[in-house]
């Protein structure tokens, strides 16, 4: 299957930054896709930033201009530094992986890491 470990999470005052990592591993495996999600308390999972195995990113409307998203395909790892935090990207940011194994293709997510920014 394929295994996610996230890092960088943490307590970091309104317009500080932060930098979040992910390593991805798994046997037999291929990364597509990667990215990250984050859900504050009562509200629904959402996109952050995906980056593609070729470099193509996407971002959510609301980070556009603060967060920037990278991969190392040679290290299976993704990136995401988060520059001029506010208070709503308090949240709990997970890594997501859109994976290819023989036969078949599987969505992992990690555990997630908190981020909290204070004002």
């Known amino acids: 299957q394929v295994q996610l470990v996230e890092s960088g999470g943490g307590l970091v005052q309104a317009g500080g930054s932060l930098r979040l990592s992910c390593v991805a591993s798994g046997s037999s495996v291929s990364f597509n896709t990667m990215g990250w999600y984050r859900q504050a308390p009562g509200n629904q999972r959402e996109l952050v930033a995906t980056i593609t195995s070729t470099g193509n990113t996407n971002y959510a409307d609301s980070v556009k201009g603060r967060f920037a998203i990278s991969r190392d395909n040679a290290k299976n790892t993704v990136h995401l530094q988060m520059d001029s935090l506010e208070p709503e990207d308090t949240a709990v940011y997970s890594c997501?992986?859109?994976?290819?194994?023989?036969?078949?293709?599987?969505?992992?997510w990690g555990q997630g890491t908190q981020v909290t920014v204070t004002s």
């Open positions: 997501y992986v859109a994976a290819r194994l023989p036969g078949r293709s599987v969505a992992s």
